[in-house]
């Protein structure tokens, strides 16, 4: 908390946290880097080389500004999804969207629903712009979609959060499930979908349905097209909500650079599909390698793999403290009892195996504590 006199007084009320801690600070913190970078669900195989190409081909045109409206990039993702391009808002990330999207939403006092432990940044801009958060608790660590609807129903919730596939657990609900939960939602409240992890799903999107008004969706470059570092998301709703972002979003905040990648990474769809197999192929790796130590891999529809330590977060813990002090770095649930589960993400088969190494010689230590 900080008390500047030049703050707003929300701003001044809002605690001094970030929501995330990077992996380069961690580095920092211990003194080198790590071997294996398997905490921050990037793409360790990297993308598409089309898309570094046009990086490289676009790089001396950074003196002019980017296209405001990202014509080409909402042109080229209407054509794959089937919709207008007027459906279509580009944004800095998922991330940067939710709070363009919260900001149009959520006035001091407005309720706003989601998982507990759940992706955390949409939790992050509610408390930025004076929402009230209301959280559900995971039902066998899935996402619950009838007692959030219920919350919803009570609290009079102007918007709900649901990450699906879900980070940090991996799972996922299929479309009839989706459909029965807008159904179920008061009629002022907005659905929201967090389809980060869409591309590497094992179940079928729900229908687009841009034309609903109730519901917007949200992809990303930054998962399974490897564009993480870039910076670059975009949403999917009816075009009255979609033009709405014009009054408050920054329209420079899609760089050049960003818009031109992107282009090229959808269209090489080629590797899209290597990249799925290769996500898939790790996923069942690191699932394998969890469960001939007795770590039990939850099902994931993601490209990274939860496994259950079979005890408490100070065992989870303990554990991430030791592949960490192995030069591995992962990350883990924040709250109980998915504290008990670590998070590995999919990756390169040389990182891979010094995770098995690293885990191996972690479980020993730990075995020959009293
Ligand atoms: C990684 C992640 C994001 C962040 O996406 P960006 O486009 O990089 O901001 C958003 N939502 C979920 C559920 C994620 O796991």
């Known amino acids: 908390m900080t008390s500047d006199p030049y703050l707003t007084p929300l701003a001044a009320s809002l605690p001094d946290t970030a929501p995330f801690i990077g992996p380069e600070q961690l580095e920092r913190a211990r003194g080198g880097p790590f071997s294996a970078r398997l905490g921050a669900n990037e793409l ?45 808002t580009v944004g800095v990330g998922i ?63 102007k918007i709900l959060y649901l990450a699906n596939p879900d980070n940090p657990m991996g799972g996922m609900h299929g479309p009839e499930a989706i459909d029965a939960l807008l159904a179920a939602l008061p009629e002022r409240c907005l659905l929201l979908l967090d389809e980060a992890y ?19 969706r949200m992809r990303t470059f930054s998962k399974a097209y490897g564009l993480a570092g870039l910076r670059i998301g975009y949403g999917i709703s009816a075009a009255g909500l979609i033009r709405s972002f014009d009054r408050v979003r920054d329209h420079f905040g899609v760089n050049a650079l960003a818009q031109r990648a992107a282009i090229a990474a959808l269209k090489d769809e080629d590797y899209l599909a290597q990249i799925r197999q290769k996500i898939a192929a790790s996923r069942a790796r690191i699932a394998a390698i969890g469960e001939s130590f007795g770590l039990r891999p939850l099902r ?20 991430l403290r030791g592949l960490e002090a192995r030069d591995v770095f992962i990350r883990m649930p924040a709250l109980a009892p998915q504290d008990r589960c670590i998070r590995v993400s999919c990756g390169p088969e040389a990182e891979v195996d010094i995770f098995e190494h690293a885990l191996a010689d972690t479980l020993a230590e730990l075995s020959q504590r009293p």
């Open 95 to 157: 991330d940067g969207l939710l709070g363009t999207l919260l900001r149009l939403v959520i006035a001091p006092g407005d309720v706003a629903v989601t998982t507990a432990g759940s992706y955390p940044t949409f939790n992050y801009h509610v408390t930025g712009y004076g929402g009230h958060l209301k959280t559900v608790p995971y039902q066998g660590d899935m996402t619950d979609l009838e007692a959030l609807a219920e919350t919803a129903r009570a609290s009079s919730a």
């Open 44 to 88: 360790g195989f990297g993308p598409s080389p089309r898309a570094i190409e046009a990086l490289s081909d676009a790089a001396p045109d950074s003196w002019k500004y980017c296209d405001p409206s990202a014509h080409d990039l909402r042109a080229a993702l209407a054509e794959r999804h089937g919709i207008l391009p007027e459906q279509i």
């Open 300 to 319: 994931s529809h993601t490209n990274f793999q939860p496994l259950d330590c079979g005890a408490d977060g100070a065992r989870a813990r303990a554990i």
């Open 198 to 216: 869409i591309e590497t799903a094992e179940l079928p999107a729900p229908d687009m349905r841009p034309d609903d008004p109730r519901q917007i």
